[in-house]
Antibody
Framework: QVQLQESGPGLVKPSETLSLTCTVS??????????WSWIRQPPGKGLEWIAY???????SYNPSLQSRVTVSVDTSKKQFSLKLNSVTAADTAVYYC??????????????????WGQGTKVTVSS | SSELTQDPAVSVALGQTVRITCQGD??????ASWYQQKPGQAPVLVIY???GRSSGIPDRFFGSRSGNTASLTITGAQAEDEAAYYC???????????FGGGTKLTVL
């Protein structure tokens, strides 16, 4: 079965760039039904969708983060990545990668995050 | 602020039925999906679409939608159902995804 695994530094200094990679195992990133997403959760708070990318490079970003975020995909390595610039303490969170399944039900396209990585904690501190 | 609104906390007596709601204009156009998250764990997909249950989810979990409100109903709540529940859907533009603020379910 498909599994996702995040990797990257657990500590990032303020004003620097947070970089994370998600590796897909047990399946392919090359599918028209899936987008590959990043989601974060600050300590004690709720989930926040950051961005997604398709295997063809179609992207969408959370408007509140769009100016600082870039996502990319490397289909040959079965990886997708997140870069968040100019980080502050407010970016401290557990970062999850997830598979966004776009499905069709009763004439409606909708989404569901059907597979999640275990999450990686990133702290922004000097 | 989130375009999907959830009650912060709900409680239910063991074995009773509880409904967790999610409100938002986009829910008139898109289905919500529901996630269960226990402390220290990644979220798990519970419900999607009209009433699709993810693999391994007990049939006491039920999803529904009416107007701009999506609901997750648990019939015969169990102690292991105590968790945070999040709804998710597209936003009003249809171009972005959004989560509700989450509902902490306590089973008494």
């Amino acid at each position: 079965q498909v599994q996702l695994q995040e990797s990257g530094p657990g500590l990032v200094k303020p004003s620097e760039t947070l970089s994370l990679t998600c590796t897909v195992s047990g399946g392919s990133v090359n599918s028209d039904n899936y987008y590959w997403s990043w989601i974060r959760q600050p300590p004690g708070k709720g989930l926040e969708w950051i961005a997604y990318i398709s295997y063809t490079g179609i992207t969408s970003y959370n408007p509140s983060l769009q100016s600082r975020v870039t996502v990319s995909v490397d289909t040959s390595k079965k990886q997708f990545s997140l870069k968040l610039n100019s980080v502050t303490a407010a970016d401290t969170a557990v970062y999850y990668c997830a598979r966004d399944w776009e499905y069709y039900d009763s004439n409606i396209y909708s989404d569901a995050f059907d597979i999640w990585g275990q999450g990686t904690k990133v702290t922004v501190s000097s | 602020s989130s375009e999907l609104t959830q009650d912060p906390a709900v409680s239910v007596a063991l074995g009773q039925t509880v409904r967790i709601t999610c409100q938002g204009d986009s829910l008139r156009d898109y289905y919500a999906s529901w996630y269960q998250q226990k402390p220290g764990q990644a979220p798990v997909l519970v419900i999607y679409g009209q009433n699709g249950r993810s693999s391994g989810i007990p049939d006491r979990f039920f999803g529904s939608r009416s107007g701009n409100t999506a609901s997750l109903t648990i019939t015969g709540a169990q102690a292991e159902d105590e968790a945070a529940y999040y709804c998710n859907s597209r936003d009003s533009s249809g171009s972005h995804l959004v989560f509700g603020g989450g509902t902490k379910l306590t089973v008494l």
